[in-house]
Nanobody
């Protein structure tokens, strides 16, 4: 089972990027799918999660209104649309998946709950 995150890069402040996470070896139906990030010198933190059904989402306060998480119905890919990027969004972004059948997105924001992780993609926002 492999999760591959891609779509990172260098962007100017105020710009946009779309991250993707692709699953290989299996799909993640009935799983919550999330994004986390780790800035230089800081701990990894929650960014966004979408529930098993796609019916609910949750975001870190720092990205609310700017980032949007989505997923495909097959549980094979999920995305993070990032708009109005700021220098403080600079980080390595990781996708993750965890069993979340019938759980709301709000209950799936704890990093330690996740067992499946991608390798990360670097987002650099220049000010």
């Amino acid at each position: 089972v492999q999760l591959q995150a891609f779509g990172g890069g260098l962007v100017q402040a105020g710009g946009s990027l779309r991250l993707s996470c692709a699953a290989s070896g299996r799909t993640f139906i009935n799983y919550a799918l999330g994004w986390f990030r780790q800035a230089p010198g800081k701990e990894r933190e929650f960014v966004a999660v979408i529930s098993w059904s796609g019916g609910s989402t949750a975001y870190a306060d720092s990205v609310k209104g700017r980032f949007t998480i989505s997923r495909d119905s097959a549980g094979a890919a999920w995305y993070l649309q990032m708009n109005s990027l700021k220098a403080e969004d600079t980080a390595v972004y990781y996708c993750a998946a965890e069993w979340g059948y019938r759980k709301s997105a709000a209950t799936m924001s704890r990093m330690n709950d996740y067992h499946f992780w991608g390798q990360g993609t670097l987002v650099t926002v220049s000010s």
